[in-house]
């Protein structure tokens, strides 16, 4: 398989994050990418390539220009007033908000939705190193190839057209759906809801989006993910949520109806928002799939039989990731 990486994810490393009522370690760490690549470099079965170069304005495919602005600008501006530590935010706005104000943490205030994604130094070029991963890897399959996996670090999928939040700074699955430049189904199998790539093809009749995910009520993003959130009169947008404790067998059971309405939609090409937080020793979730069921997630996924750009989005548990990963890929190799 073709997978695309860039060293450039190093550049976004943050000493850690506000965690509930105190600051702790990083979750989403460089780490997470060297233990994946070190788990595909073990094969032969995958070609590991560098992303190709793509001018910043196909960003405004998916991202409003005053939020590239920014996150282009924020480092610069925010340690241009003599700070030295990360960008975190500590007011938000609501998007009832008459005014957007040019103190820079106020705009990380407007633009970010959580105190746990914060920015530093090298955020934005990691971020677009990651961007341009799924729009590489999107524009093989585009081309004929019938898989492609973007090892895309940061993550992507809670970032809407001018938000970012849960890691996530740019959409990369949104990103590469729109360079499909066909009618497409974004499949979301992180542990979490895919809010961001909701929000952006919410009203879209082109693009089908499917998150199979843990309950709003009790998980992260919390404010979306649920059954009734369908699209706007469309109904191209299908929410699974799920208790905790699923294991193998429930996790097939909700893709497969993930799967069925997908195929009724007819997509051209298929973008995986494939997390692996679904592990059962994640630190960040509390579902029971093991490396076997990710095997079995991409069998399934497989035999829907569309064209398929995978994108990598979580999975914290640092010593199986790369396992976990290996194992779903496997499906195609």
Same mark, same amino acid.
């Given at each position: ?8 994810? !190093? ?25 994946? +690549? ?59 908000? +008459? ?35 799924? +729009? ?21 999928? !809670? ?55 843990? !309950? ?104 199986? +990731? ?12």
């Amino acid at each position: 398989m073709r997978v695309f990486y860039s060293d450039q994810h !190093h550049a976004h490393d943050p000493p850690g994050q506000f965690n509930v009522d105190r600051m702790g370690a990083y979750s989403e760490c460089p780490g997470r990418a060297t233990s994946i +690549l070190d788990a595909l470099r073990k094969s032969s079965a995958h070609q590991i390539d560098p992303p190709a170069d793509y001018e910043t304005s196909i960003l405004r495919t998916v991202h409003d220009d005053e939020y590239i602005r920014f996150l282009q600008e924020a480092w610069s501006v925010w340690s241009g007033t003599g700070w030295s530590i990360p960008l975190i935010p500590y007011t938000f706005a609501h998007r009832y908000a +008459l005014h957007q104000s040019a103190d820079i943490i106020a705009r990380a205030g407007y633009f970010g939705f959580d105190p746990q994604t914060p920015i530093v130094a090298g955020t934005f070029d990691a971020a677009w190193a990651s961007a341009r991963c799924a +729009l590489t890897a999107a524009d093989l399959v585009r081309k004929g190839e019938p898989v492609a996996y973007a090892l895309c670090r940061p993550p992507g999928h !809670h970032a809407a057209a001018d938000l970012y939040g849960g890691y996530c700074y740019l959409n990369n699955a949104a990103l590469a759906a729109k360079k499909t430049g066909a009618k497409s189904a974004i499949l979301d199998i992180d542990y979490h809801h895919g809010n961001g790539t909701q929000t952006i093809f919410y009203d879209d009749p082109d693009v089908f989006t499917s998150s199979i995910h843990a !309950h709003p009520d009790r998980e992260y993003p919390f404010y979306s993910g649920c059954e009734t959130e369908t699209g706007a009169g469309n109904q191209t947008n299908f929410n699974i949520p799920l208790p905790p404790d699923v294991d193998d067998d429930d996790y097939i059971a909700a893709l497969g109806s993930a799967l069925d309405r997908i195929d009724r939609f007819n997509p051209v090409t298929l973008i995986v928002s494939a997390g692996f937080d679904t592990y059962f020793a994640d630190p960040l979730g509390d579902f029971n799939v093991g490396l076997e069921g990710f095997g079995r997630i991409g069998r399934c996924i497989r035999e829907l039989g569309r064209p398929t750009v995978i994108v990598q989005e979580g999975g914290y548990h640092l010593e199986h +990731l790369g396992e976990c990963v290996d194992h779903f890929l496997g499906a195609w190799t």
